[in-house]
T-cell receptor, first 113, second 116 residues
Framework: GAVVSQHPSRVICKSGTSVKIECRSL??????MFWYRQFPKKSLMLMAT?????????EQGVEKDKFLINHASLTLSTLTVTSAHPEDSSFYIC?????????FGQGTRLTVV | AQKITQTQPGMFVQEKEAVTLDCTYD???????LFWYKQPSSGEMIFLIY??????QNATEGRYSLNFQKARKSANLVISASQLGDSAMYFC?????????????FGQGTRLTINP
């Protein structure tokens, strides 16, 4: 069964509003989780590494004030897209896991109108 | 720099045939892990198989096997007896300590279509 759960799976929001996406590890503790973004017909690009109890580490070119990450517990990381614009529309997906595996959430398809 | 390359944008295969999806990688780290994922149209990422750089044998998981050629830096995925449900995007990914933590770097992906 799924070991990483992501919610919501699909969201439509108005331009200028903020959207929060949750990523939960269901049967293990994850001190580190990862957030990826995927454009249509493209590969997954790492946005940031979410660290439990400390600040997230963002990849080059990713605006940390735009994409707020909070990892307040060992089983939950959240990504908030602030003041969303149509160009933020994309597929966002989180992952967590051990040495020889990396499990992904179901993904969130965000549409900003 | 760590890099993963999948040179086949699309592959078309007849049902029940075997198919090989190519993946080459580049890293200076002697310790690394290679992953293959399947992504159907729903978007979920389904873990298929893992190969560690120090593993002596090629990884196998049911109909999936990984043709690991370390000297060539290739990690091709072989799917035997393909099924219609195998139609999806397939991504090769690499993880290494040099990249930091446990994050994955993905290839461009290959869209596999199984024809009846």
């Amino acid at each position: 069964g799924a070991v990483v759960s992501q919610h919501p799976s699909r969201v439509i929001c108005k331009s200028g509003t903020s959207v929060k996406i949750e990523c939960r590890s269901l049967d293990f503790q994850a001190t580190t989780m990862f957030w990826y973004r995927q454009f249509p017909k493209k590969s997954l690009m790492l946005m940031a590494t979410s660290n439990e109890g400390s600040k997230a580490t963002y990849e080059q070119g990713v605006e940390k004030d735009k994409f707020l990450i909070n990892h307040a517990s060992l089983t939950l990381s959240t990504l908030t897209v602030t003041s969303a614009h149509p160009e933020d529309s994309s597929f966002y997906i989180c992952s967590a896991g051990g040495q020889t595996e990396a499990f992904f959430g179901q993904g969130t398809r965000l549409t900003v109108v | 720099a760590q890099k993963i390359t999948q040179t086949q944008p699309g592959m078309f295969v007849q049902e029940k045939e075997a198919v090989t999806l190519d993946c080459t990688y580049d890293t200076s780290d002697p310790s690394y892990g290679l992953f293959w994922y399947k992504q159907p149209s729903s978007g979920e990422m389904i873990f298929l198989i893992y190969q560690g750089s120090y593993d002596q044998q090629n990884a196998t998981e049911g109909r999936y096997s990984l043709n690991f050629q370390k000297a060539r830096k290739s990690a091709n995925l072989v799917i035997s007896a393909s099924q219609l449900g195998d139609s999806a995007m397939y991504f090769c990914a690499m993880r290494s300590p040099l990249q930091g933590a446990q994050k994955l770097v993905f290839g461009q992906g290959t869209r596999l279509t199984i024809n009846p």
